[in-house]
């Protein structure tokens, strides 16, 4: 059974900070995605990494997959109260259909 | 594009009743799944679907759970017999077909059910 662990389970910040999500495993993934879910709703997709090593931004956000494609991390620039939310991570496996996710991390972003 | 639709969005119901959920993936997209998130977890692995077919189940999936896709386009996801344990949002998701790596999947609005 592949398991994705991440930390901190809870970051509560303010305005301006940065931070860094984990997101670990001992399994090798195909792939690795990262959602954000507000409450009530479905997670919404941010990033999909592949390649080992890879890294992506998308604006103050920066993804990277590990060189072993066990683990990924989520850094935050100036954050901001729009940025709160439980961000989670999902692992594919070989079969690339299904993701296992973690539990997330729950952002607060205090104005 | 738009996106992954599921309804009703939030069900309420007494235990020992059936309930259904209706989803309409992205168009095109051939791979539909279902995902259970309890408050605190992360979206858990129910049941997969590549066009008409059911092709993985959960064990988290028991006998009183059934998911169709008859034409390979909308999905339901029907719970008899419902039980407080069942409560949960109900997610689904769908994907292109194809074995590329990095295949994305979307996820739909969810369908809260609280049974009581």
């Known amino acids: 059974t592949q398991l994705l662990e991440q930390s901190p389970q809870f970051l509560s910040i303010q305005e301006g900070e940065n931070l860094t999500v984990y997101c670990n495993s001992s399994s090798v993934f195909s792939s690795l995605q990262w959602y954000r879910q507000e409450p009530g709703e479905g997670p919404v997709l941010l990033v999909t990494v592949v390649t080992g090593g890879e890294v992506k931004k998308l604006k103050r956000l920066t993804f990277q997959f590990g060189d072993a494609r066990k683990d990924s991390s989520l850094h935050i620039t100036a954050a901001q109260p729009g940025d709160t939310g439980l961000y989670l991570c999902?692992?594919?496996?070989?079969?690339?259909?299904?993701?296992?996710f973690g539990k997330g991390t729950l952002l607060t972003v205090n104005p | 594009d738009t996106g992954v639709s599921q309804n009703p969005r939030h069900k309420i119901t007494k235990r020992g009743q059936n309930v259904t959920f209706r989803c309409d993936p992205i168009?095109?997209?051939?791979?539909l799944y279902w995902y259970r998130q309890t408050l605190g977890q992360g979206p858990e692995f129910l049941t997969y679907f590549q066009n008409e077919a059911q092709l993985e189940k959960s064990r988290l999936l028991s006998d009183r759970f059934s998911a169709e896709r008859p034409k390979g386009s909308f999905s339901t996801l029907e719970i008899q017999r419902t039980e407080q344990g069942d409560s949960a949002m109900y997610l689904c998701?769908?994907?292109?077909?194809?074995?590329?790596?990095?295949?994305?999947?979307?996820f739909g609005e969810g369908s809260w059910l609280t049974v009581v």
């Open positions: 999902a692992g594919a496996g070989g079969s690339n259909y299904k993701l296992t």
């Open positions: 168009s095109e997209h051939n791979r």
């Open positions: 998701a769908s994907s292109p077909s194809g074995t590329g790596v990095g295949n994305t999947i979307y």
